[in-house]
């Protein structure tokens, strides 16, 4: 080589290994980031993205109750009525007069695992992690300043960056570096997920190692045990190498949480929330292990910012929440007005499942009932998704029954499999074996008329059984009109479907959201030769009326469905909504009987059934009678305190015939209508064991209106 060239090369190679070492910071090491991985039994967590159905935990206040029931399909909206007037007896209660606000609209009920098979519906948010629980150490106390800098860590495999800043907090006097804290951040990760990031703040400034290549998602922070928000970066900068970035807090309404261990009395840590959409499982003491659309937050210890973390906000979301060797908790918080909360875990064990045989069905269901409850509503219920190896977390010592099953549990489900356990201290063990289905099976199949004048953008066509021995909740199919092959009509446009492989046996066809449709035969061989032809199209004229007058009434929907006869399944009713907010409501039905019908909150249940001719007007009037009751709103000092999915409080008649029309939550109160005016027993549930319950107390309902009554709690 020439000796000329020596010394450039040389400078070129020494600004090479200078490079190399800055981008991996020579041998230091980098703070470690929590983790939860996604693809074993640890849990990724984390935002789960925006696409939930669920808003502010209004959805599903009912449990077995038919009161309640009637409420699931109700609409909230406001009483266009609403002074209010009339005095409790016992207790002070304070009853407020209300000008009209109206409450916040129910959202349609998101039940991705009880979904029939051949559905390809799916829940909103983000794929978490399979089962698994946040192992973060056996420590309950927080750790000390010297870890300043340093995120709390699990593992994290792929490549990292050091992200560092300054952290100022500003407020009417002005920006000032924050001394002291912690910052609460999230990364989407290809590989693993979604991994959450927790750091120290120190005297002014912070530190964290981040997977390199991601948005990096600045959630919220804590300082001085407050919760505070995220200004500035206002959105996810995309982290490629090391950098800096400053972060500017502000106060915030945040909801914050404290996590009490039953037994020390202490803030507990290696805590995990989970706000879980689907209707069944949020519903249960146990929701087991992290599925897909659940939203999940991890923190080494208490108390916890409740942010965007947890999905959307809302002003009564009911969460789960356990601690290493604690059980799981439910309690309903407020994410929009926010406020300070408390809940008090007992001591809690764990259950490992292993699966095997025939057991991945779809829509599959494990499930865990208390063995000494008459009942089968589960304690524990999720979904496998793909995973044989299953870990349950926070579990109460008892005797339970583990089952793998298919179908809604009060639904006479099919049980695929089914053990028996006692879970003491120690962490359990039960193996579920699945038989092989050795089911005979055939092809349905045909097309499906849609005649000029239906306008559908899209349809789904459910295929169900009707014959006897045939499971409803396995052997259901949903099939989209976006997966059929189509062809112009002389009448239409005519759709070509195929089932996937039944069971032999009778169907009924229903072509979605319309209602028609008709039973066919499957024969020994299978039947691809069914036609469905949908009738021509009938316009129809509802008008909403005040009960025995011709003065309209304004709800915010009415509702219509199909009448089928005895026997044959049929679909929800669809909403229909007025022009410009009038009590006129225009829709096109198919010719035949039909019911209309009204669950605004403003108003009682109403239904009405009416037949659909052509060549008439197919005018009709739907009588409302305004609704009466009362809606209860409960604080603890100046708190609102949301109702939690379980707290259904009694409302009894006093020397007269009321009952309950219908009940459940609504916005942050918990909404109770009766069928006629009269003085009421109110009596708050026993299941609030975290407050001390004031004696039951007589309330006087007015003919003409909703009372708002506001209790106030003391914690325990």
Same mark, same amino acid.
């Given at each position: 080589?020439?000796?000329?060239?020596?010394?450039?090369?040389?400078?070129?190679?020494?600004?090479?290994?200078?490079?190399?070492?800055?981008?991996?910071?020579?041998?230091?090491?980098?703070?470690?980031?929590?983790?939860?991985?996604?693809?074993?039994?640890?849990?990724?967590?984390?935002?789960?993205?925006?696409?939930?159905?669920?808003?502010?935990?209004?959805?599903?206040?009912?449990?077995?109750?038919?009161?309640?029931?009637?409420?699931?399909?109700?609409?909230?909206?406001?009483?266009?009525?609403?002074?209010?007037?009339?005095?409790?007896?016992?207790?002070?209660?304070?009853?407020?007069?209300?000008?009209?606000?109206?409450?916040?609209?129910?959202?349609?009920?998101?039940?991705?695992?009880?979904?029939?098979?051949?559905?390809?519906?799916?829940?909103?948010?983000?794929?978490?992690?399979?089962?698994?629980?946040?192992?973060?150490?056996?420590?309950?106390?927080?750790?000390?300043?010297?870890?300043?800098?340093?995120?709390?860590?699990?593992?994290?495999?792929?490549?990292?960056?050091?992200?560092?800043?300054?952290?100022?907090?500003?407020?009417?006097?002005?920006?000032?570096?924050?001394?002291?804290?912690?910052?609460?951040?999230?990364?989407?990760?290809?590989?693993?997920?979604? #991994?959450?990031?927790?750091?120290?703040?120190?005297?002014?400034?912070?530190?964290?190692? #981040?997977?390199?290549?991601?948005?990096?998602?600045?959630?919220?922070?804590?300082?001085?045990?407050?919760?505070?928000?995220?200004?500035?970066?206002?959105?996810?900068?995309?982290?490629?190498?090391?950098?800096?970035?400053?972060?500017?807090?502000?106060?915030?309404?945040?909801?914050?949480?404290?996590?009490?261990?039953?037994?020390?009395?202490?803030?507990?840590?290696?805590?995990?929330?989970?706000?879980?959409?689907?209707?069944?499982?949020?519903?249960?003491?146990?929701?087991?292990?992290?599925?897909?659309?659940?939203?999940?937050?991890?923190?080494?210890?208490?108390?916890?910012?409740?942010?965007?973390?947890?999905?959307?906000?809302?002003?009564?979301?009911?969460?789960?929440?356990?601690?290493?060797?604690?059980?799981?908790?439910?309690?309903?918080?407020?994410?929009?007005?926010?406020?300070?909360?408390?809940?008090?875990?007992?001591?809690?064990?764990?259950?490992?499942?292993?699966?095997?045989?025939?057991?991945?069905?779809?829509?599959?269901?494990?499930?865990?009932?208390?063995?000494?409850?008459?009942?089968?509503?589960?304690?524990?219920?999720? /979904?496998?998704?793909?995973?044989?190896?299953?870990?349950?977390?926070?579990?109460?010592?008892?005797?339970?029954?583990?089952?793998?099953?298919?179908?809604?549990?009060?639904?006479?489900?099919?049980?695929?499999?089914?053990?028996?356990?006692?879970?003491?201290?120690?962490?359990?063990?039960?193996?579920?074996?699945?038989?092989?289905?050795?089911?005979?099976?055939?092809?349905?199949?045909?097309?499906?008329?849609?005649?000029?004048?239906?306008?559908?953008?899209?349809?789904?066509?459910?295929?169900?059984?009707?014959?006897?021995?045939?499971?409803?909740?396995?052997?259901?199919?949903?099939?989209?009109?976006?997966?059929?092959?189509?062809? $112009?009509?002389?009448?239409?446009?005519?759709? /070509?479907?195929?089932?996937?492989?039944?069971?032999?046996?009778?169907?009924?066809?229903? #072509?979605?959201?319309?209602?028609?449709?008709?039973? $066919?035969?499957?024969?020994?061989?299978?039947?691809?030769?069914?036609?469905?032809?949908?009738?021509?199209?009938?316009?129809?004229?509802?008008?909403?009326?005040?009960?025995?007058?011709?003065?309209?009434?304004?709800?915010?929907?009415?509702?219509?469905?199909?009448?089928?006869?005895?026997?044959?399944?049929?679909?929800?009713?669809?909403? #229909?909504?007025?022009?410009?907010?009038?009590?006129?409501?225009?829709?096109?039905?198919?010719?035949?009987?039909?019911?209309?019908?009204?669950?605004?909150?403003?108003?009682?249940?109403?239904?009405?059934?009416?037949?659909?001719?052509?060549?008439?007007?197919?005018?009709?009037?739907?009588?409302?009678?305004?609704?009466?009751?009362?809606?209860?709103?409960? /604080?603890?000092?100046?708190?609102?305190?949301?109702?939690?999915?379980?707290?259904?409080?009694?409302?009894?008649?006093?020397?007269?015939?009321?009952?309950?029309?219908?009940?459940?939550?609504?916005?942050?109160?918990?909404?109770?209508?009766?069928?006629?005016?009269?003085?009421?027993?109110?009596?708050?549930?026993?299941?609030?064991?975290?407050?001390?319950?004031?004696?039951?107390?007589?309330?006087?309902?007015?003919?003409?209106?909703?009372?708002?009554?506001?209790?106030?709690?003391?914690?325990?």
């Amino acid at each position: 080589m020439n000796p000329r060239n020596l010394v450039p090369a040389a400078g070129i190679l020494l600004v090479l290994v200078a490079v190399a070492w800055w981008a991996g910071l020579g041998d230091a090491p980098l703070p470690d980031i929590l983790s939860f991985e996604s693809n074993g039994h640890v849990e990724v967590d984390g935002e789960r993205g925006t696409g939930s159905g669920l808003s502010g935990g209004e959805v599903g206040d009912t449990a077995g109750d038919p009161a309640i029931v009637s409420e699931i399909n109700g609409d909230s909206v406001s009483n266009p009525r609403r002074v209010t007037s009339g005095e409790s007896r016992g207790r002070p209660l304070r009853i407020r007069n209300q000008g009209g606000t109206p409450a916040r609209k129910r959202p349609e009920r998101v039940d991705g695992g009880d979904r029939p098979r051949g559905s390809s519906h799916v829940p909103g948010g983000q794929p978490t992690g399979r089962s698994g629980s946040p192992s973060t150490g056996s420590s309950r106390r927080r750790p000390s300043s010297e870890t300043s800098g340093n995120s709390v860590s699990t593992t994290f495999t792929g490549e990292r960056s050091l992200v560092t800043g300054s952290v100022q907090r500003v407020d009417g006097s002005g920006r000032t570096p924050v001394q002291s804290g912690q910052l609460f951040l999230w990364s989407n990760t290809e590989s693993e997920g979604i #991994v959450q990031l927790e750091t120290s703040i120190t005297g002014g400034k912070y530190s964290v190692s #981040v997977p390199r290549g991601h948005p990096l998602n600045y959630s919220s922070a804590l300082v001085d045990e407050t919760p505070l928000a995220v200004i500035t970066p206002a959105s996810a900068p995309l982290i490629t190498s090391n950098r800096q970035v400053a972060v500017l807090l502000g106060d915030s309404n945040q909801p914050l949480l404290h996590v009490i261990g039953s037994d020390t009395g202490e803030e507990l840590c290696a805590i995990q929330v989970l706000r879980v959409p689907n209707w069944n499982r949020n519903t249960r003491p146990n929701p087991g292990w992290p599925c897909f659309g659940d939203y999940q937050v991890v923190q080494e210890c208490g108390p916890l910012v409740l942010d965007s973390r947890l999905g959307p906000p809302g002003p009564m979301v009911p969460i789960h929440v356990r601690a290493d060797g604690y059980a799981w908790g439910r309690i309903s918080v407020d994410l929009i007005g926010g406020g300070e909360r408390q809940i008090i875990l007992d001591p809690g064990t764990a259950l490992n499942i292993l699966l095997s045989g025939d057991w991945d069905r779809p829509g599959a269901a494990v499930r865990m009932t208390t063995v000494n409850e008459s009942s089968r509503i589960p304690y524990m219920e999720a /979904f496998p998704e793909g995973q044989s190896n299953l870990h349950v977390d926070g579990v109460v010592p008892e005797e339970y029954r583990v089952s793998i099953e298919v179908g809604h549990w009060a639904q006479r489900p099919l049980v695929l499999a089914e053990e028996q356990i006692y879970i003491g201290e120690e962490t359990g063990f039960i193996q579920l074996h699945v038989e092989e289905d050795d089911t005979e099976r055939v092809l349905l199949g045909g097309s499906i008329v849609i005649p000029d004048g239906w306008y559908l953008s899209s349809f789904t066509l459910r295929v169900r059984p009707i014959s006897p021995g045939i499971s409803v909740q396995v052997e259901t199919q949903e099939i989209p009109s976006g997966t059929m092959f189509s062809e $112009v009509d002389p009448i239409g446009i005519r759709y /070509f479907w195929e089932s996937d492989p039944l069971p032999v046996g009778t169907y009924a066809l229903l #072509v979605l959201p319309i209602g028609f449709g008709l039973n $066919v035969e499957t024969g020994e061989e299978g039947n691809l030769d069914t036609e469905v032809i949908l009738p021509d199209p009938v316009t129809v004229e509802v008008h909403t009326v005040l009960t025995g007058t011709q003065y309209p009434a304004f709800p915010n929907l009415i509702r219509w469905t199909p009448v089928r006869p005895p026997g044959v399944p049929g679909v929800g009713a669809l909403p #229909v909504t007025s022009e410009g907010g009038g009590n006129v409501f225009i829709f096109d039905a198919p010719i035949g009987s039909i019911s209309i019908s009204c669950t605004d909150a403003a108003f009682e249940p109403t239904y009405r059934q009416v037949q659909v001719i052509p060549g008439q007007d197919n005018v009709f009037n739907l009588e409302l009678t305004p609704a009466i009751g009362v809606k209860i709103y409960l /604080f603890d000092g100046e708190t609102p305190i949301p109702w939690d999915i379980g707290w259904h409080p009694d409302f009894d008649a006093v020397e007269h015939n009321g009952t309950i029309v219908t009940r459940g939550r609504i916005g942050q109160a918990y909404r109770i209508l009766v069928s006629q005016p009269g003085t009421y027993l109110l009596t708050l549930p026993n299941e609030m064991t975290d407050f001390i319950l004031p004696p039951p107390q007589l309330v006087d309902v007015s003919s003409d209106e909703i009372l708002d009554i506001d209790i106030p709690l003391e914690s325990e």
